[in-house]
């Protein structure tokens, strides 16, 4: 466990956000969370960062996907929110086609992690299931951590590495202390299934936990949920807590 606390990408509320976005903050923060990860921050990032400090939760990062002519504005608004590590979301699949596809892409990374330094941010990437093709004998995550600058960090969604076929705790292994961000995910570890509470999926969580502790966050993130994903957001964070794997922030 780190010792920092649990958080939650809020992605997985983006549905109901809209409807209230302080009253589900309130509700994140009342289940035990102590942090989030907000996946928009152009959109009134100051009023964002009003609604989160009123609410009692951190940043732990921030997705964006600042590698193009809008790379300033997001690193602005990741500042804005109070982030202090900046994450790419996501690229395009064919960045991993190949060893000279993934070489450009780190290269971009890296010349954003620069920028990113250069504002106090930290910088990272974020993997889905394409990453885990096999490239000249390995995933093309490796190959791609093995192009990076030290300093690029990686958040490893792990059900995403599971569904492309992974064995998760070895593929932390071999991806080492870089890893500094777990996404932690239940569910059926198919591609197009909902996703469930952690705790009540095929995902092995304690292990793969056990297998990375360069992690400074876990973050809980359910892409599409087969239940009512707030019960499922708070059913997580217990199942993690009851295994000492989560403490949950007390209610102020």
């Known amino acids: 466990m780190t010792s920092n606390p649990l958080a939650l990408q809020l992605y ?31 959109t009134d990032p100051g009023a964002l960062r009003a609604d989160l400090e009123e609410t009692g939760l951190a940043v732990c990062s921030v997705h964006a996907r600042a590698l193009g002519d809008d790379a300033d504005a997001l690193l602005d608004g990741a500042a804005a929110v109070g982030a202090d590590t900046v994450i790419v979301p996501s690229v395009p699949a064919e960045r991993f086609a ?114 990375c502790p360069s992690a400074e966050w876990h973050v809980v993130e359910l892409d599409r949920c087969a239940t009512d994903v707030l019960t499922a957001v708070r059913d997580s964070l217990a199942w993690l807590a009851a295994r000492g794997l989560a403490a949950p922030v007390p209610a102020e």
């Open 12 to 42: 997985t509320v983006r549905d109901q956000l809209p409807s209230g976005r302080r009253a589900v903050l309130q509700a994140i923060r009342g289940f035990g969370y102590g942090a989030v990860e907000p996946y928009d921050v152009l």
């Open 98 to 211: 190949d060893p000279g596809s993934i070489a450009a892409l780190a290269r971009d990374l890296n010349e954003a992690a620069a920028r990113a330094a250069g504002r106090g941010l930290r910088f990272g990437y974020h993997n889905h299931a394409f990453e885990m093709s096999p490239v000249a004998g390995r995933t093309g995550l490796e190959a791609l951590a093995d192009a990076l600058d030290p300093a690029v960090l990686l958040e490893v969604d792990t059900y995403w590495a599971a569904v492309g076929g992974q064995d998760v705790p070895t593929l932390l292994g071999k991806l080492g202390d870089r890893v500094r961000y777990l996404h932690v995910k239940d569910g059926p570890v198919t591609r197009d299934d909902p996703m469930t509470a952690v705790g009540t999926g095929r995902m092995p969580v304690t292990e793969i936990l056990a297998a």
